[in-house]
């Protein structure tokens, strides 16, 4: 097993050992890709969404929110497109009756390739120093140029025979002799498309019922209730609706943990400007994004922008926001410019006037839309993944940390009595019980400090408060700074301060 995996298992164990995540319906076996948060991966998950939220809509005077429902008319599908284009294209292994996404059999195939160059790329790296250039190496070097080509041929024939003829992929994955992962057999049964929605019925009897979906994104709630909002708040370009909430996609291949799921969360913005002005918001909003990112503190190095070259039919740019997951990079959020097309669609198969009157102009439009959608569950991957580390102590023993930023940590302070007598836990619990007006705070009096320090470090904890014989003389007790493990004494009337200076989300939040 490699490192990576190695990881990876170790990030998915921690999580369900220190109540963060726990596999859906785990004592009838689970459920493929549905995962339970627990008691602390459900506060880390709501101060995401603060987080997210204060900086979209708290911070911005002209976003708003909205809590659209998950169930919605079933026309809504037909005009974003969804019915008829909200497809994967899957294949069958026949000897091991698995089922995969064929591209994502393609793009495994073209990983393993990638890999390789990589592994020439650092090789001739350290041979050189300072005077490679990679980009010359890979253009003279005939082996990787070789990969390298290889690789765009099966790109390119992937991405044009997805759009015109799905025999081909099937072609493709046979001439390139893909296995089933699972059985080793390259028995291909024809790729077809699948439709990702979840379908559920409404109405008490079978033939009278009306086939609903569960949605598959937030933002169509947004766009249907453009004029709501619009009118009701008396809102002028340009200007912004924000929502978070459940979506639902009956994901092939799910897989990677709480990455790809059946049912999860999404973040979502639609920022709606006069058309002509797209571009221009597109590279604000990437800007603006990115710096969020950012002022959690994570490494530049860990994001990279990836810019769609085929973008889907509603759209006129789109790029990615990347994260260096424990598996490599991949796309954390989407910032799409998405024309006029779903509120034109929604116009169309609704029959009802969508469009905004410019009171300077004295006409009426349909705006443009830029969109920033993250998914909140990969946004936790992102955060609890890159959080865990092993660090080796001077002593030579090691400690498992989940540096998780402060700011979005669930349990902020640990009030720690260093014995469990002397009127120790009684000082410690009058700060407990009135620190827990500000912050969600624990009290820990089992086992020995150092073991207790442990713990919270696993858990995430960033600050241990600790009650010793000194906090009766002076009032201060031991405040520990779970990174650094360096610790310094303050008054009891100062924690909160204290607190509130590493904590509070202007903080954060401005650095950026
Ligand atoms: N409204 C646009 C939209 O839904 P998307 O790229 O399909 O675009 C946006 O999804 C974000 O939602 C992704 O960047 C990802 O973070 C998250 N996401 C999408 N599918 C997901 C899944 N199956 N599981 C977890 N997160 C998912």
Not at 273 to 298: D, N
């Amino acid at each position: 097993m490699t490192n990576q995996q190695d990881h990876f298992k170790n990030i998915i164990s921690h999580a369900k050992e220190y109540g963060y995540i726990f596999q859906s319906s785990e004592i009838y076996d689970g459920l493929s890709a549905v995962y339970d948060y627990g008691q602390n991966g459900t506060i880390l998950k709501n101060n995401i969404r603060d987080y997210w939220w204060k900086s979209m809509v708290q911070l911005n005077e002209n976003i708003v929110g909205l809590d659209s429902a998950i169930l919605m008319h079933p026309k809504i599908w037909k005009a974003s497109g969804h019915v008829d284009a909200f497809n994967d294209p899957l294949i069958d292994n026949k000897d091991s009756k698995k089922r995969y996404r064929a591209d994502v059999l393609v793009e495994d195939y073209v990983a393993k390739i990638e890999s390789k160059i990589q592994k020439e790329v650092k090789k001739a790296n350290s041979r050189y120093g300072e005077n490679f250039n990679k980009d010359e190496f890979i253009k003279t070097n005939p082996r990787v140029k070789q990969y390298y080509e290889r690789k765009n041929i099966i790109l390119k024939r992937l991405n044009t025979s997805l759009e015109n003829d799905l025999s081909d992929v099937k072609s493709l994955i046979e001439e390139l002799e893909i296995a089933c992962p699972e059985s080793g057999s390259r028995n291909w049964t024809d790729v077809k498309q699948f439709n990702l929605m979840f379908g559920t019925k409404l109405g008490a009897s079978e033939d009278t019922a009306t086939e609903l979906y569960l949605r598959p994104e937030t933002a169509q709630g947004i766009f249907v209730n453009f004029l709501n909002v619009q009118k009701s708040n008396r809102m002028k370009l340009p200007f912004g609706i924000a929502q978070t909430g459940k979506a639902f996609r009956n994901e092939i291949v799910a897989r990677q943990f709480i990455f790809r799921m059946r049912e999860f969360e999404q973040m979502e913005m639609q920022f709606f400007v006069k058309p002509g002005e797209q571009k221009e918001w597109y590279e604000k909003w990437k800007k603006t994004r990115l710096s969020w990112h950012l002022s959690l503190g994570m490494g530049q190095d860990n994001y990279r922008f990836h810019a769609h070259e085929k973008v889907a039919h509603y759209a006129d740019a789109a790029t990615d926001i990347q994260f260096r997951f424990p598996f490599g990079f991949k796309e954390l959020e989407g910032i799409h410019s998405r024309t006029n097309f779903d509120l034109s669609q929604h116009e169309e198969f609704s029959g009802k006037k969508i469009k905004y009157f410019d009171p300077e102009k004295n006409e009426s439009f349909i705006p443009y839309v830029i969109e920033t959608s993250i998914g909140l569950d990969r946004m936790f991957l992102a955060v609890f993944s890159w959080a865990l580390c092993t660090e080796k102590l001077e002593d030579g023993s090691s400690r498992k940390v989940l540096k998780l930023p402060s700011v979005l940590s669930p349990i902020k302070a640990s009030i720690l009595p260093l014995l469990k007598k002397d009127g120790l836990p009684k000082i410690s619990k009058e700060i407990y019980n009135d620190l827990k007006w500000d912050y969600n705070i624990s009290y820990d009096e089992k086992d020995a400090v150092g073991r207790r320090y442990r713990r919270q470090d696993a858990l995430g904890t960033p600050f241990c408060i600790t009650v010793d014989h000194q906090t009766k003389e002076d009032n201060t007790v031991t405040i520990r700074d779970r990174d650094s493990m360096n610790q310094e004494r303050i008054l009891i009337n100062e924690i909160n301060g204290y607190l509130d200076k590493k904590i509070n989300s202007k903080n954060w939040l401005q650095k950026n």
